[in-house]
Each structure stands twice: as C-alpha cells, then as structure tokens.
C-alpha cells in the first residue's frame, strides 16, 4: 500500500501545471550598417535635406563628425570654431531632432554635470532619402490612375494644369494670367510620369550601393 502511495504522488508532481520547463532564450545581435559616407554626401537630394533641417552650418557639423567619428562636445566646438558649446548645440538640436546625429553623456570625476559626445548617423539619412522616394512614386502611381480618365488642359504661360470642367468653367482661359489653355492628351502625361517613376528607381538604386 505504502508504494503505490508514493507513485500516485510521483504522478501528482509530473503532471502540475504550475511547474513549467525554462527556455533557453537566444538574444540576436543586430547587424550594423556599413554606409558609403562619401558617396552619401555626394548626393544633391542628401546634402539639400540636411541644410533644410539645419542649414548650412548644421551641415558642415553633420559632415565633420562623419568624417572624424564620436567626439565631445566643447571640442566639436572648437574644431569647427564655435564660440561656445552654447552655439552649436542649435544646430546638434536640429541634428538630433531627425535623428542625424546622437549622444551619449558622461558624468566625470562624479562631477554635478554631464560631458555629451556627439556623433552622426549617415544610415538614418539614407532611410530618409529613400522614404523620400519611395512616396514620390507612390503619388505618381496615383496620380497616373486619375490621368487614364481624363485628359487635361495647360495653360500657355504659367502651365497651369486644368481637368476638362475647369477649362470650360473659364473658357479655356487662364485664372492667373489670362492665357490660352491647350489640350494635352493624358498619354503624353503618363509618359511623362512613367519617366518620372523610372528616375526615382533608379535613385533607389544609388541608394542601395551605398549600404555596404
């Protein structure tokens, strides 16, 4: 009696649900992305989408920790003959607001204040350009179904586009300048857009070498 009591109990215990079997887990390290950095900021659409964040001293500040790697603010500051760390944290700031560029700080010889080491990130940009692409095509594809439809009507001076109603509604007149409004037939326009999109891909294309 005394041994089949002890192997229902044996039994009790394997088959609790509470008791659960650990899993090994396996943490992937994320493989890091080589960029061409010179071929980057090579591009006109790179450089432009720089200055438009951060202008043009931004950008040189963008391309000199490229080129140099992490460094430290107030030495960033002087490399570049900034006054003061004050007055290139502006354009850090816009930097960093778009992911451009990012930080790390360090609280020294238990100091109250924190030392930031600044440096770029050039992959970011590359995912921006190509956003940048990728829905411009997008729109062109969309707006290639609406141009199968209908044709259009181009004014002669401004080349104000008209759908067929507008031009009507102003006797095939201009609103801005009084031109004369020509037809243009929507397969010359998809044509156009078609080029347009084959552009971009090419664009995309450029943009994939650069990732090593």
Known sequence: MATKKAKNKVKKVKSNPKIKKTKKVVVKREKK???????LLKLEEARKYVVDVAGEKGLEVFEFLISKGEMEENLLAKKLKFEKANAIRKFLYRLYNKNLVSYRKVRKNNKAWYTYFWSANPEKLVFIIREMYEEEIKQTK?????NKAEDFYVCD???RRYDVNEALQNDFRCKNDGGVLTHIESGKILED???????????????????K
């Not at 969309?142 to 609406?146: T, V």
């Open 142 to 146: 969309k707006s290639m179904e609406l």
């Open 33 to 39: 992305i080589v960029i061409d950095t010179n071929k």
């Open 157 to 159: 001076i401004c080349n």
């Open 193 to 211: 857009k078609q080029s347009r999109i084959d552009f971009l891909n090419k664009k995309l294309h450029v943009l994939d070498q650069l990732v």
